[in-house]
């Protein structure tokens, strides 16, 4: 299974902007996927999972602006980032969860004031 994540880059302070994540697989065959971010000098933390029964979970940092989704379908996930601010500057990570877990390589996303 690959996941490649699109949609990083560069955003002013109050914008929007979405993720994608794409799997090389059917995403039914995963109990959950999710989106993760590390900034400089920081671990790892969950930004957003979603299961495959569609029940989600979020940061409480990011509660409120983003939103997880997922088109069963097309076997993307996404991550649709608004109001932005300058702390959500990091690399954001796709991931899926089944027997095993699975990463993408990774999205840059800056947010400048």
């Known amino acids: 299974v690959q996941l490649v994540e699109s949609g990083g880059g560069l955003v002013q302070a109050g914008g929007s902007m979405r993720l994608s994540c794409a799997a090389s697989?059917?995403?039914?065959?995963?109990?959950?996927m999710g989106w993760f971010r590390q900034a400089p000098g920081k671990q790892r933390e969950s930004v957003a999972t979603i299961t495959s029964f569609g029940r989600t979970n979020y940061a409480a940092a990011v509660k409120g602006r983003f939103t997880i989704s997922r088109d069963n379908a097309k076997n993307t996930v996404y991550l649709q980032m608004n109001s932005l601010k300058p702390e959500d500057t990091a690399v954001y990570y796709c991931?899926?969860?089944?027997?095993?877990?699975?990463w993408g390589q990774g999205t840059q996303v800056t947010v400048s004031p």
């Open positions: 991931a899926a969860f089944t027997s095993r877990d699975y």
């Open positions: 697989g059917s995403i039914f065959s995963f109990n959950a």
